[in-house]
């Protein structure tokens, strides 16, 4: 649950404040209440008038809170997840449906997303749902704008989140459908780079380009690119039309399946490159939702991703794939103790 989702239970002014106090962006807090950025200016003066307090410091660029400000919202946390506590059990009481705001990486947009939202539908009031890159999505919760993302971003160093580990998944490496190509699979790292062939790069400022960025640093590695973009559909296109190789996830294989025919596919060689996928949601967000989101969220991918990729994958291309759902967890604690 979100500052949205209490509306009615603050003045508009403090709702005002407190989406301020969290996006430090007089610009996004105007456009999220349909208002101009003078006009939030002018009730953030009126709400410190009232409340005798200096609330922005405004000589700071974004707008920073004062200290008197910083100890208002520590204060008033507390009261705010009671409040949006109390109000999920009203609404539970009540049988009230609640309304989702989530956001879906792109390799999750093709076939997860849909079968996702086709299972929990009934449970809900509506749903809304973005995707995009994790840099995106993190900026989306951020803003509040959604409530529920997955990323391959945990976000440790924001607080106040529920988070879990959904989803390892290997990365493969893609060639041209070409007989010289079709021993690219034993290569090493360093044989991929002298291999003759251009690497086409990830965006570097993409969730998948700072990956494979980390991996190559941290192995010292010296793969250099001159394509570089961040759209999975174009370097698969790319590699398939014979301008080079490229590092993939399946399930952006799963989503371009049509071009498997016109290419080699490959486990990348040790080390592997693996991506971890996380669901975070607001705290405010009811512990029975949220572990309602991700075991729906890891049935669909153990029941029904996982065996289409193997329809269209080798074995060892997929080994080392893991799915992590909260049922399972706990019945391994229970085996545990």
Not at 319 to 330: A, D, I, K, M, P
């Amino acid at each position: 649950m979100t500052h949205q989702s209490l509306h009615g239970v603050f003045s508009r002014e403090f709702e005002i404040f407190l989406t301020l106090a969290q996006t430090h962006s007089v610009k996004q807090t105007a456009e999220k209440f349909g208002l101009s950025a003078p006009s939030v200016s002018r009730l953030m003066s009126e709400l410190e008038e009232r409340l005798h307090i200096s609330l922005f410091d405004r000589s700071c660029k974004p707008m920073q809170l004062t200290a008197e400000s910083r100890w208002l919202m520590n204060e008033i946390k507390p009261g705010i997840r009671r409040i949006a506590q109390s109000l999920e059990s009203v609404h539970s009481a009540s049988s009230f449906k609640p309304y989702l705001r989530i956001g879906f990486i792109d390799s999750f947009s093709y076939d997860i997303a849909p079968a996702f939202i086709d299972r929990i539908l009934p449970q809900l009031q509506g749903i809304s749902c973005l995707t995009g890159g994790a840099d995106r999505l993190i900026e989306r919760l951020n803003a509040q704008e959604v409530d529920v993302i997955l990323t391959i971003n945990p976000c440790f160093d924001i607080p106040d989140l529920r988070r879990h580990l959904l989803l390892r998944e290997p990365s493969a490496i893609i060639f041209p459908r070409e007989e010289k190509y079709a021993s690219a699979g034993s290569w090493s790292w360093n044989q991929l780079s002298l291999c003759g062939l251009p690497f086409i790069r990830n965006y570097c400022f993409s969730g998948g380009g700072k990956l494979e960025s980390v991996h190559f640093t941290t192995h010292d590695l010296d793969i250099v690119s001159r394509i570089h973009s961040d759209s999975i559909g174009m370097r698969e296109k790319l590699v398939a039309r014979g301008n080079g190789w490229a590092i993939v996830r399946p399930l952006s294989l799963l989503q371009h399946a049509e071009l498997i025919p016109r290419l080699h596919i490959f486990r990348t060689p040790p080390p592997v490159i693996m991506r971890d996928i996380y669901v975070l949601a607001r705290s405010m967000i009811s512990s029975a939702l949220f572990a309602e989101i991700v075991n729906l969220l890891a049935d669909i991918v153990q029941k029904e991703t996982l065996p289409a990729l193997h329809s269209i994958l080798s074995a060892d291309v997929l080994e080392g794939t893991q799915v992590f759902g909260l049922r399972q967890e706990s019945e391994q604690k229970k085996k545990d103790s």
